[in-house]
């Protein structure tokens, strides 16, 4: 398999930022070419184009292996659109992330491609030139220019998509509108049997463009030169077994014996070294669905398999059966450890600091943890002290995902009980809880049962339940408690800078409390002006009826 590829852009004014972005990534006999055109209007418009163009290369290149490459394409485009969507709400009160979205991936002889908006992709073949993607703009007169369709424009979104079969000398295109609205067809055409790189196709455009046609434009030209040839791999599927028993051999593995907590969860060995191995829901054997959430959660697993908060995770090659393998971790979960004490205010930081560290790693994947909690958090001893890693990636799950309770009751945000969607804040407030009980060995909201719908008062105050906890630090978890999400420290970094910045931290104070326990001075200043007002008119009343 032998492909040319060539990507060129230009901002429609010299020294002005593109709204554009785009990448090709190649690997083994797959390439992928992504390009976005983010909203002229739209104050991030670059920014939404950014995130699009990464996610779908990102994700693509990672993708769970028994998916179709439509299944993935449709399936990604769909979280970026909800994930960009969401983060608009949020930040914006409305759609501001928006883009278009061009993505053709070549697997061998196979063209895969998808699109939402108006950037377009195109097939020369033997001086024809054919558009593969479907145009998502007005219809009617004077509307050609406005998008009915976008990532991030709403909710819900269904991306065209397109597959075709490749020859020898194919030629295939992205581009923004910025350069088909300047070369028509024909020029396209010729341009391409011309094999015309991205940066000479560009720089035509930019030469006839007028005052009314000058834009942001962006190219990918992939010249395939020769295709690729895929072996046929006639493999069987992966088995869910139904029992397993201590002392099987599973690809390698001896089974040694299963964790507590579930028997698709053991401890095994392979060559001397201990591994976790957890094996597919039973369940999965008859229900597509929860198959496909193990292929998700396995996909998840594989995308941090070298992020540091995490154990170490990989699948085995020629594998047989549906599992996935962990570095084994000999260490006590959290909650274990608070059995015998609790934290140290020094641990507490130190364990506050990892887990937002964590969920900010996790967020460059438009992730979170979905379950943070003490059985989820193990304690590695060390020579300088204690350390964590985060477990289940079970619980692992997209950001703004609406997955009603998954979770544990006890660390879930309020909100999260009338069906909001995961957030930074949700997060918060778990990482809250379990600092609470670190620090305390108590809920600060008292023990939750998973069908309760609880009502949420302010929270136990921490420093009366230890008498170690710092002012300053009281305050933090009584912010990150708050059952107003908008109250809490609204996302990881503000929450990480008040921790290491103890002196800058103010002092909180639950919803309707009185301003004499808000805030003293300002209420015996209050109260001293109100007294000074009511003497002056005593004494002006007074004067009036006095005589001499």
């Known amino acids: 398999m032998k492909i040319n590829s060539t990507s060129y852009g230009?901002?429609?004014?010299?020294?002005?930022?593109?709204?554009?972005?785009?990448?090709?990534?190649?690997?083994?006999?797959?390439?992928?070419?992504?390009?976005?055109?983010?909203?002229?209007?739209?104050?991030?418009?670059?920014?939404?184009?950014?995130?699009?163009?990464?996610?779908?290369?990102?994700?693509?290149?990672?993708?769970?292996?028994?998916?179709?490459?439509?299944?993935?394409?449709?399936?990604?485009?769909?979280?970026?659109?909800?994930?960009?969507?969401?983060?608009?709400?949020?930040?914006?009160?409305?759609?501001?992330?928006?883009?278009?979205?061009?993505?053709?991936?070549i697997e061998g002889d196979q063209l895969y491609g998808l699109n939402v908006g108006d950037s377009r992709v195109y097939l020369a073949r033997g001086g024809q030139l054919t558009q593969l993607s479907q145009d998502h703009v007005g219809e009617l007169a004077g509307m050609s220019h406005v998008l009915d369709r976008a990532v991030g424009l709403s909710a819900e979104i269904e991306p065209h998509y397109?597959?075709?079969?490749?020859q020898d000398g194919d030629i295939a295109l992205l581009c923004s509108d910025g350069i088909f609205n300047v070369l028509n067809h024909?020029?396209?055409?010729?341009?391409?049997?011309?094999?015309?790189?991205a940066r000479s196709l560009v720089a035509t455009a930019r030469e006839q463009a007028t005052p009314e046609t000058l834009d942001d434009m962006s190219a990918i030209v992939l010249d395939i030169e020769k295709t690729g040839r895929l072996r046929a791999v006639n493999e069987l599927p992966?088995?869910?077994p139904a029992t397993l028993t201590k002392g099987d051999v599973v690809d390698g593995f001896t089974l040694v014996k299963p964790f507590q907590h579930s028997d698709r969860v053991w401890l095994a060995t392979r060559d001397g070294q201990k591994f976790t191995l957890k094996f597919a829901p039973l369940e999965a054997r008859e229900s597509a669905e929860i198959l496909n959430l193990f292929v998700k959660e396995t996909w998840n697993a594989l995308r941090l398999a070298d992020n540091e908060f995490f154990p170490r995770t990989f699948l085995t090659e020629r594998a047989t059966k549906r599992f996935y393998a962990m570095e084994f971790i000999e260490a006590p979960s959290l909650k274990t450890f608070l059995r015998s004490r609790q934290l140290a205010v020094d641990e507490a930081i130190?364990?506050?600091?990892?887990?937002?560290?964590?969920?900010?790693?996790?967020?460059?994947?438009?992730?979170?943890?979905?379950?943070?909690?003490?059985?989820?958090?193990?304690?590695?001893?060390?020579?300088?002290?204690?350390?964590?890693?985060?477990?289940?990636?079970?619980?692992?799950?997209?950001?703004?995902?609406?997955?009603?309770?998954?979770?544990?009751?006890?660390?879930?945000?309020?909100?999260?009980?009338?069906?909001?969607?995961?957030?930074?804040?949700?997060?918060?407030?778990?990482?809250?809880?379990?600092?609470?009980?670190?620090?305390?060995r108590a809920?600060?909201?008292?023990?939750?049962?998973?069908?309760?719908?609880?009502?949420?008062?302010?929270?136990?105050?921490?420093?009366?339940?230890?008498?170690?906890?710092?002012?300053?630090?009281?305050?933090?978890?009584?912010?990150s408690l708050s059952p107003e999400p908008e109250s809490r420290h609204q996302n990881y970094s503000e929450m990480l800078f008040e921790l290491s910045h103890p002196d800058q931290v103010a002092p909180f104070h639950p919803k309707n409390t009185p301003l004499s326990v808000r805030d003293p001075l300002?209420?015996?200043?209050?109260?001293?002006?109100?007294?000074?007002?009511?003497?002056?008119?005593?004494?002006?009343?007074?004067?009036?009826?006095?005589?001499p």
């Open 10 to 105: 230009l901002p429609q004014k010299e020294g002005t930022e593109s709204h554009d972005a785009f990448a090709v990534k190649s690997w083994g006999e797959t390439v992928i070419a992504v390009l976005a055109d983010g909203a002229g209007s739209s104050r991030v418009a670059r920014e939404a184009a950014d995130r699009t163009v990464r996610s779908l290369v990102n994700n693509y290149e990672t993708r769970p292996r028994s998916w179709t490459p439509q299944k993935a394409l449709i399936e990604f485009t769909r979280l970026n659109n909800h994930t960009l969507h969401q983060d608009s709400l949020t930040r914006f009160g409305g759609p501001e992330l928006i883009t278009t979205l061009a993505v053709a991936v």
């Open 162 to 166: 397109f597959e075709r079969q490749l």
């Open 186 to 197: 024909e020029a396209l055409a010729g341009q391409l049997h011309r094999r015309g790189a």
């Open 238 to 240: 992966l088995e869910i």
């Open 350 to 440: 130190a364990l506050g600091n990892f887990l937002l560290a964590a969920a900010q790693s996790l967020l460059r994947f438009d992730l979170v943890h979905g379950d943070l909690k003490p059985e989820n958090i193990l304690v590695v001893p060390g020579y300088d002290g204690i350390h964590f890693k985060l477990v289940d990636f079970g619980s692992v799950t997209e950001l703004f995902s609406v997955t009603s309770r998954a979770g544990t009751a006890s660390y879930l945000a309020p909100e999260r009980f009338q069906g909001a969607a995961i957030s930074e804040r949700t997060e918060i407030f778990s990482v809250g809880v379990t600092l609470f009980e670190s620090l305390t």
């Open 443 to 479: 809920y600060p909201f008292g023990e939750i049962e998973r069908f309760q719908t609880p009502r949420f008062h302010a929270a136990k105050r921490p420093g009366k339940l230890n008498a170690n906890i710092p002012p300053w630090l009281e305050s933090l978890l009584l912010r």
């Open 522 to 547: 300002r209420f015996y200043q209050i109260g001293f002006y109100i007294l000074f007002v009511i003497v002056i008119a005593l004494l002006f009343l007074l004067s009036k009826h006095w005589k």
